[in-house]
């Protein structure tokens, strides 16, 4: 198959995926979480328009289609991997929120060659045993009921209590993320996150900026401390006030760690 930089769609394996390709320069793929789509990244991307923007709706979510059989985080790895074959991209920036923090881990794992720098937000080593169970709840709830429910819960839930009082507009964003989810593509995702294994990063030499929110309460700062600590190259930015959708509750202040972070490191533009 040729691909143009137009196309909306790319095949990999199953499914199709929904890819959103703009700008020049280096490119930054944009990984997102459970529940969201590459439109999480909205704000990074209007800012940092100096690089080449690639944004992956991964197997299952968003606009993508849902896999026939089950996902896993190597899975969803190896759909990413192929589709930036499939455009021509050999090395590339990371930025990944929550689960895609994982699958940007796994990416850099198996091929970490072709990866020049890395951004997890929220990010995730692996999942206690009781957020596992909680998942697995969760992909059954969203397989009984409207997907509208599992909204007002991750709302509550993943959002900071600042962000609920004072920015309606990431209420509204997260909320409407959710709601669009195709249930059995959810169910899918939080079934393969339940079973995913911290990943030995000991191999990754690219450097690495570590976001968090010091009012998440799915993966706390001290998550993303762990992970720095297992990486040769990384720092650590804590963002206070704000919860586990961090590219959306604190839009700018991302955006800015981010546009700072690559320009320190002398990421190709």
């Known amino acids: 198959m ?38 999480v990244f909205e704000a990074q991307i209007t800012a940092l328009t100096d690089f080449r923007s690639v944004r992956i709706d991964l197997p299952g979510s968003g606009r993508s289609g849902v896999p026939q059989g ?38 850099a794992v198996r091929e970490p060659t072709r990866v020049a720098a890395m951004v997890l937000i929220g990010a995730i080593a692996e999942p206690s045993d009781a957020a596992r169970t ?10 009984r009921v409207d997907m509208a429910q599992i909204a007002d819960q991750i709302v509550t ?4 209590r600042a962000s609920r009082a004072s920015n309606p507009a990431a209420v509204v964003a997260v909320r409407e ?12 995702t939080c079934e393969a996150l339940s ?16 976001i968090a929110g010091g009012a ?14 297992k990486l ?10 704000v919860g586990h959708w961090i590219p959306i509750e604190a839009a700018q202040s991302c955006s800015n760690l981010i546009a700072e972070f690559f320009s320190e490191r002398g990421i190709a533009r």
């Open 2 to 39: 040729t691909l143009t930089r137009e196309d909306s769609g790319i095949a990999a394996a199953d499914v199709e995926l929904a890819v959103e390709d703009s700008g020049g320069g280096f490119p930054v793929v944009y990984i997102h979480g459970l529940g969201g789509s590459g439109n």
């Open 70 to 107: 089950t996902l896993s985080i190597e899975s969803m790895a190896s759909a990413v991997s192929r589709c930036l074959s499939a455009l021509g991209i050999t090395r590339f920036c990371l930025v990944g929120h929550s689960l895609g923090s994982l699958v940007c881990q796994a990416l």
């Open 134 to 143: 909680g998942l697995r709840s969760r992909a059954a709830l969203a397989r």
């Open 157 to 160: 839930g993943a959002l900071s």
């Open 177 to 188: 993320l959710i709601m669009r989810q195709h249930p059995e593509g959810y169910a899918r």
């Open 195 to 210: 079973e995913a294994q911290a990943y030995d990063l000991s191999g990754v030499t690219a450097p690495v900026l570590l």
């Open 216 to 229: 998440d309460p799915v993966s706390s700062a001290e998550t993303s401390r762990f992970l720095a600590s």
């Open 232 to 241: 040769s190259d990384a720092r650590l930015a804590v963002i206070e006030d």
